[in-house]
Every structure is written in C-alpha cells, then in structure tokens.
C-alpha cells in the first residue's frame, strides 16, 4: 500500500498552512461556542414570550427547520463521512471494502436508540405514576376510612351503618373525581415524560456528533478546509442548539438542570477543536485506527440522529393533533423542515 494514498489529497497539501490554521482555529472555537450558546439560549430564557412558547406557531416552524438540520446532518454529512472513513485505502480490503459497515453500525444504532428510548420511557412513566399514587394517599383520608368500620365493629345501630355508608360514598366520590382529574391531565404528563427522554438521547447523539467533528477541524493544518467548516458548524450549532433546548423547555428540567444540559452541547464542540488543535503536531487521521474509530463514531451519530429527527422530532410532531387541526401550522412546518434540511445538505458542498 502506498503512503501517498493514505495522506491528504493534493490541494489540501498545497494549502497547507499551519500558522493561518491555528490562528483560524481560534476564530472557529469563538464562532462555534458563540453560535451554541445563542441557539440553545434562545428557547430556554425567552419560553415566557409569546412568540417563543411551545404552542406558538413560530417556535413550531423553528423546530422543524431544526428539525431539518438535523435528519441532513445525519444523512448527508455524518453517513457519507462515515463511509469514506470505513472505506479508505488505507485500511485492510478485507473485511471494511467486503461489507457496508458504516450503513450497519447506523442501523444498530438507530434500532438501540429505540430500545433505549422505549426502556428509559418506561422507566420515567413508572415513577411517574409511582408518585401519582403516594400524592393521591393523604392521612386525614385513611382516618375517615377506618374510623367507619371500627364503629360498625363495635355494633353500632343500622341508623349508624347507614351514617357511615353515606360517608365511605362521599370518601369514595372524592378519591374518585382525584382520579379522574389525574386521568384528565394524563396527556400533558405523558408528553413531558416524552421530552425528558428526547431532550437526554438527542443531547448524546448531538454531543458525540460535535467530538467528531471538533477533532476534526482541530487536527486540520489546511485553511481551505476550515474556513468553510467555521460557517457551517456555527449554522448547525446554532439550530441543534434551538432544537434541543425546546425539547429541554417542554421537559420542564429545573433551572439548574436545564442550565447544566445547555452548557455541556455549547462547550462540546468548541472543547474537541482545541483538543483537536492540541494533538495536531502528532496525530494522523488517515492511521487505520483513527479511520476506524472515526467512522464507528460518526456511523453511531448519525444512527442516532436519524432516529431521533425522524421519530422523535418529525413524526412526533407533524403526527399530533395540534398539528392536523391547523392547516397554517402544516404548510409553514413542512416549508420550514424541507428548507432546514435543505439548507443543511446543501452546505456539504463546502464542508
């Protein structure tokens, strides 16, 4: 096997600069860092305006163009990355050039994706309605329970038995409008259960796609490479950052939770290109390991954004009755995800 094929592509080797690529490395932490917290920010502070709470129809036309950004990132930029890492010269023909790896492990990682939201969904429903039940007991309740039979016990008069059948009928009447009033609210609380697992897969699959491609720039000597990778990955930061904070604001987090998930997907990005940076001098990504990893990796994120665009985002909510019952909200949500998706593939051509 040649050296030549395992290294960088002529053009990139003429454009090689590393002073110019350092210095716009930095420009690309504060760019991307800039863009993620923006993003990110805007759902979770400005949730009590008008214009951006959940039923508003703006909010839903920027979450399905984020929603767009996301299904592209996974299909056009993840997958195609994936391939080409699985399917480089410079590893073995047999076996990465005899099987479609990259397709496989993104459809492992879509069906555990699905095992891991229906497990974890299970799991909050549960304690859910685990608590449901100790906040319906209350003592004074189970004290006018048994006081009654203690009464009869003790042979009270038919006059007192019918005393206290009318009173176990009211004790019953009320524990039985708590229910119904439980029941009533069953939808909302199931939806919220629903975004507190999305807002926690979507963040894994997001943040383990912004390692991958942090490194990426990091360890890139070429400026030609990226200048066009500081555009797009401040776009796309931008809306992964919007869409996951609106899952985070429907999830109903504390301050501090919801504070803490948000920081992590800003600095995710902005930490992996200076390790990227760090390790330049030394690291080769063209190394069959590094190939190897890398590809694993970026057919892991784009499994689970896939999924979690598709199911989760998309289906979710072009599928729900508040969708069907607004003919407005439709064409400007599927205007907005086609141009999201759009816009995001289209920005392969650079990046």
């Keep these: 096997m040649s050296t030549s094929s395992c290294g960088d592509s002529p053009a990139l080797e003429a454009c090689r600069d590393e002073n110019t690529a350092f210095a716009l490395k930095f420009v690309a932490i504060a760019s991307i860092l800039l863009a993620g917290f923006i993003g990110v920010a805007v759902p979770l502070v400005g949730k009590n305006w008008r214009l951006l709470k959940s039923d508003s129809s703006f909010f839903i036309a920027t979450k399905a163009f984020a929603a767009g950004v996301i299904l592209a990132t996974g299909f056009v930029h993840m997958l195609p990355d994936a391939t ?12 990465w050039s005899s099987f479609p790896f990259a397709g496989f492990i993104t459809m492992m990682a879509a069906l555990t994706t699905l095992l891991v939201d229906f497990i974890t969904t299970q799991y909050y429903e549960g304690e859910q309605e685990k608590q449901a039940q100790i906040d319906r007991i209350d003592p004074d309740d189970l004290d006018s329970v048994v006081v009654p039979f203690v009464v009869k016990e003790r042979g009270a008069d038919e006059d007192g038995c019918d005393a206290i059948h009318i009173h176990e009928s009211g004790q019953m009447h009320e524990i039985s409008e708590s229910h119904s009033h439980t029941h009533a609210g069953g939808d909302d609380s199931d ?56 899952c985070i604001s429907q999830a109903r987090f504390s301050i501090l939770r919801s504070t803490l998930m948000a920081c992590f997907f800003a600095i995710t990005a902005p930490i992996s290109v200076g390790i990227g940076t760090g390790i330049s001098s030394f690291y080769n990504p063209n190394s069959p390991k590094a190939l190897v990893i890398e590809g694993t990796l970026d057919s892991i994120s784009a499994g689970i954004l896939i999924y979690m665009a598709l199911v989760d985002l998309i289906a979710a909510e072009f599928l729900s009755k508040r969708m069907k019952s607004n003919l407005g909200n439709q064409l400007v ?8 998706a759009g816009l995001m593939a289209s920005l392969a051509a650079w990046a």
Excluded: D, M, W, Y
């Design 191 to 246: 939806g919220v259960v629903r975004n507190v697992v999305v807002s926690q897969v979507l963040e894994l699959g997001i943040v383990s796609h912004s390692i991958i491609i942090g490194l990426s720039l990091g360890v890139s000597q070429s400026p030609c490479t990226i200048r066009p990778l500081i555009g797009a990955l401040s776009f796309h930061q931008f809306f992964e950052g919007f869409a996951l904070a609106g």
């Design 333 to 340: 949500s599927f205007f907005a995800l086609f141009l999201g």
């Design 84 to 95: 080409s890492a699985l399917t480089n010269p410079c590893l073995p023909k047999n076996p």
